[in-house]
């Protein structure tokens, strides 16, 4: 992704979010752009308006932190806006090359043992780790039946961004659908920060503009947020509704992978259908897996006998 556009794009969106009120200055008349204006934002940042007006075409190669908090702080920006616009100036000078995640195709990485036996001891809510590029690469048993439609359809490739605006399932699967959009391409903004060379996601984010008029007005907000923790609403085609709260962790001996686990209240209805989901995946998996029984059986068949066929009018 071109680092020069995204900084233009991303400091001029942030400039038109706020009103003169908003920055203690008197709203005046006349104006024709919504916002501050770029004399404006020089000032509260003490700076010269040429100067900002270089930062804001793209140019933040070896602009120092010291400046970079001051036009942080004249645009008021959140936590999440701050660290994307110290991923951009990393990335404007190159020394963004030793903090970059390592490469991981969602398709080639595999879990290690402990991993999945973490993933495994949970066992009371949907527990799942997910890249940058919101790609589902682990999960346990109540998270895959949890996501039963992103893993039904193969177009969506486990991809919860692709789920979220190019399979209609989504729509019933997350009531706030929104709000739900929202957030999916403001993780995938902030990830294209934080590695802006990611051609998997400069490919999904191609394909998700290219195929999706709701993806690609949001990703033109250039909003950016960090997604620790919350509480969600979904409706489950097997269980029906659920508010679940989520805890986002970053997952130290892997970064750039995020381990997401989803509870309930106790004693609520979503912790009894959470209870119900968890039978549901465990019969259907008994059903999909065939058991030693069956497996003899099927080798020769003439060796099982059961109750079930040993009375009349049994097949």
Not at 43 to 62: C, T, W
Not at 120 to 141: L, S
Not at 194 to 215: I, K, Q
Request: a positive charge.
């Amino acid at each position: 992704m071109d680092n020069r556009e995204e900084v233009r794009e991303f400091l001029t969106s942030r400039r038109a979010k706020i009103t003169p009120e908003q920055a203690g200055l008197p709203s005046g008349s006349r104006r024709r752009v919504p916002g501050l204006r770029r004399s404006e934002v020089a000032a509260l940042a003490d700076m010269s308006v040429e100067y900002y007006a270089k930062l804001e075409r793209g140019s933040l190669a070896g602009v120092s932190p010291a400046v970079l908090e001051a036009v942080a702080r004249a645009l008021r920006l959140d936590d999440a806006e701050r660290a994307h616009l110290l991923n951009l100036a990393r990335a404007a000078d190159g020394s963004d090359a030793l903090t970059r995640p390592r490469r991981r195709a969602a398709r080639q990485w595999k879990p290690h043992r402990s991993l999945r036996w973490t993933l495994d001891a949970i066992t009371a809510g949907p527990a799942f780790v997910r890249n940058g590029r919101m790609d589902i690469i682990a999960a346990n048993q109540l998270a895959r039946a949890f996501y039963d439609d992103v893993y039904a359809t193969p177009g969506n490739r486990r991809n919860l961004a692709r789920f979220n605006f190019l399979d209609p399932a989504s729509r019933r699967f997350y009531p706030d659908w929104d709000l739900a959009a929202d957030i999916a391409v403001a993780v995938l903004r902030t990830e294209a920060g934080r590695d802006p060379h990611d051609r998997e996601l400069h490919d999904l984010v191609g394909e998700l503009s290219t195929r999706s008029d709701e993806f690609r007005t949001r990703w033109g907000a250039h909003d950016v947020r960090h997604h620790g923790t919350g509480t969600k609403r979904f409706h489950h085609r097997a269980v029906g509704d659920l508010t679940l709260a989520y805890e986002g962790l970053e997952m130290a001996a892997e970064p750039g992978l995020t381990l997401t686990v989803y509870t309930a209240e106790p004693g609520s209805p979503s912790e009894e259908g959470l209870r119900l989901l968890a039978s549901w995946a465990a019969t259907r998996e008994a059903v999909a897996e065939p058991s030693p029984r069956r497996l003899s059986a099927g080798r020769n068949p003439c060796v099982i006998r059961t109750g079930f066929g040993s009375g009349p009018g049994a097949p």
